[in-house]
């Protein structure tokens, strides 16, 4: 019954149903009981204007006192032509205070109402007697008192019955609803499965009881199963060709290993006799050794993260990040001396529960990506914090910043930077596996690596578990 649900809506609308035909068939029970009342009232002012009549109303002479069987507050008014006018009733003589409303009476075969001053409402029937009219009148007083009671009792009981279509109308919707609910319920179940990768199966199923099709909700339940039967399918075909791609990726890196390890080691072996070389003979072989080098490492990182991605077998122990920290910003001052780097971390140490050679890579690759993607010049700040359940490590620099449309996808692979993070790296291009190395590190870690940047500031966060307590 939450605002804005289904079952809230169904709820009122049935109730508002049920109040608009009970207060219609009040309505229709009221006028209805008037009438009958009235026709009744009807019958008793003709019965006794005709008694009186024949009591000798037509010589003007009318009855005094009550006499057995008169009706109580009965009027009788008499108007001749010479002007004599008599009301009375059983108390006595009224007056000519409610004569006027009488006068303007015209006789009628049907009674009328009429409003008497001090009187109220009262029914009359006007009767041409010879050169006389009579005007015979009962009160409706007790129509009057019948019909509040009436519209009393009927306001309770549409009030009532209101009150008891609510109840009903929830208690039905609701156990009407239940499938429903149950295959909302399955829905929010698959919602939280991580499907994002990896080996996924998806043991959700909406039962076969709100699985029937002759409902409209077992119709809903019977296209959510095949749904969920073809998400399945999907990942499960997803998961092998990934794996297939990883093991081709492995093997591939592996093979690789051995003949650019043969090229590296011949390019070195020609240094000695490069000055007899031709000069385009000498530079191709630099370049040989550099590209050989560079491609080494090509594989070296694609051989990692294909050891990542098949389950990463971590050397984790009580590992002390201050040094981690410490060294990895000394390589890094040693190979970029034209940028200014800075290393802020507290006097204690900062144990974590990692890997102490996968931990200097995570820092290593943030470092060079610093280096690599600013001008010389950029300030890099290095920093080592610890939280209540958190070792933290940020790594800032004050260059370009990250263009707004690479930041969500910057840890992927082989997503390289643009013009405005120039690089300086010695005129060797970016592999793009630097931060995909470090998210699938820091990830092998049970921790989070994100990136904050903007024009003149980017600062990546690294954070990993502490060390459990001895």
Sequence with gaps: MAHGTMSRRLVLRMTALVALVAIFLSTLTALAMRQILVSQLDTQLQATAARLVGQGAAQGRPPTGGGPGQAQGLLYYVQGS???????????????????????????????DVFLPRLGEYRVLTTQVGPMVVVTGLPMASITASMWGLIAAAAALTLLSILIAFVAARSVVERSLRPLARLAT?????????LGSGEVAVPVRVPDADADPRSEVGQVGIAFNHMLDHVEGALAARQRSETQVRQFVADASHELRNPLAAIRGYAELTRRERSDAPPTTAHALVRIEAESARMSSLVEDLLLLARLDSGPALAASATPLNQIVADAVSDARAAGPQHQWSLVMPADDVIAWGDRYRLHQVVANLLANARTHTPP??????????TQDQAVITVSDDGPGIPPEMVDRIFERFTRGDASRARQHGGVQSTGLGLAIVAAVVAAHQGTVAVESAPGRTRFIVRVPPAPLP
């Design 82 to 112: 010479g002007g004599f006018v008599q009301v009375e009733d059983i108390r006595g003589s009224l007056g000519s205070e409610v004569s006027e409303p009488l006068e303007a009476l015209t006789p009628s075969h049907q009674p009328s």
């Design 186 to 194: 399955t829905a929010t179940q698959v919602s939280a499965l991580e």
């Design 377 to 386: 010049g950029t300030h890099v700040e290095t920093a080592l914090t610890v």
